[in-house]
């Protein structure tokens, strides 16, 4: 496995939260493409979206479900400053994940967390493991304890 599928399975296992990777060998870097190969709806997947403070450059992970747009307005009020996507470059370095590959699981402390409450409605959700074509699936509310994530209505 990828060191960054290895930091995700890591991450699982010391919050508590048991899940499989699969490995499903064709992209899920998508809401739609992940759908159609995890066998559930896109409102089931839970879209892992960096951005970047403008002035502060510290990032921020927003995660919503794949059928939802992030409303900035309310992502900039929480953060407490203006957002910007942040650059792929920038992503990498500071999380070890590739842009289509950044996973709920294993940031490092600097990054802060929000899931929109959306994602709480559903039984199950599938999210991003590390790589390209990695998932996993999980219960939403362990999910997002699991990913030290604040949970706020951020879409529009």
Known sequence: MSKSIDRVAAAAREAGLSIEIVR???STRTAEEAARQCGCTVDQIVKSLVFAGEASGRLYLFLVSGSRKLDLDKANRLAGERLVRADPRKVREETGFAIGGVSPLGHPDGVVRFA???LLGFDEVWAAAGAHD????AEPKALVNAARATVANLVV
């Open 116 to 118: 929109d409450e959306t």
């Open 134 to 137: 990695a998932v996993f699936a």
């Open 24 to 26: 499903m060998g064709e």
